[in-house]
C-alpha cells in the first residue's frame, strides 16, 4: 500500500511523509492431516507470517555540501539517507527510515474423535513471535527559524524574517542526531484446548470446551529491555562514587 507526500514532491530526495510507504505480508502454510481410524482424525499445521513496513531510503547527502566525515558518523543509517530539515512557516524536506518487522512461528496440532453422540476434539496453539523495530529517530535532523533574517535580530515579530533565508545564510536555529537502539522482542504463546459437541437429541446439542492461555513474558533478543525496577539492587557505579 503508498502513501503519499504533502509537500507535493514524489519519488524525489525530499520527500517528506510516508511516500513511498510500503508495507507487505508474507505467509506460508503446511498442514497435514492423517485419518488412522473412520472415527479418528489427525491435523496439524505450521505456518509462518512476516509483516513488514519499509518507507524511502537512499540519497548521499555529500551530493548537498555535507562532509563526508559527517556521513559515516550518522548513527544507525544502513544505506544514505536524505536527512530531515524543518523551516518554520513551511513544509519540511526529508524523513528519516524506520522499518517494523513482525515474524510468527504457529504450530497447531489437534485430534479429533468420534464417540457416539460426542464430537470431541482437542489440540494446542503454540506460537512464537519475533518483533523488530528498527526505528531511527531524527538521526540527522535540521530546523531553521526566521530569528537570524528578522528586521531586528534582537527583537521578535511576525512580519519580518525568513527560514529558509536563514538557512541560505548557514544560520539554521537547532540540529539533532539520535542514536537510538533497534530492539527484538521475542514472545512465546501457547493455549492448551479441548471441546466437546454432544449431540444429546436430535434437538439439542452442547457445546462444551476449556482454553488455557499461557502468554509468557517477552524478552529482548540481547537482553537491552527493561522491565520493572528492582529498589534493592545495587547501582552498578555505586563503589565508584567518592562519598569522602
Known sequence: MYGGSYNGIFRSPGTQGWYPHVR????????????????????ARLSYQLDAANPNDGFDITTLGFPASVARQIPNAKQPNFGL?????????????????TNTFAFHPNVTKVQGSHFIKGGVDMR???????????????????????RDFALGDALSGNSIASWLMGAPTSGGISNNLFPTYLY??????????????????????LRWDFNISANERYDRMNRGFNAASTNSIDGLIDRA
Open 188 to 209: 512465546k504463546y501457547f493455549a492448551p484446548w479441548v471441546q466437546d459437541d454432544w449431540r444429546v437429541t436430535s434437538r439439542l446439542t452442547l457445546n462444551l470446551g
Open 24 to 43: 507487505w505480508n508474507t505467509a506460508e502454510v503446511l498442514d497435514w492431516i492423517s485419518t488412522p481410524s473412520p472415527t479418528f482424525i489427525f491435523n
Open 85 to 101: 530539515y524543518n523551516f518554520d512557516s513551511y513544509i519540511g524536506m526529508g524523513r528519516t527510515p524506520a522499518q517494523t518487522n
Open 128 to 150: 512464537w513471535i519475533q518483533l523488530s523495530r528498527q526505528i531511527t529517530g531524527n538521526n540527522f535532523m535540521f530546523r531553521s527559524g526566521r530569528q537570524f533574517t528578522q
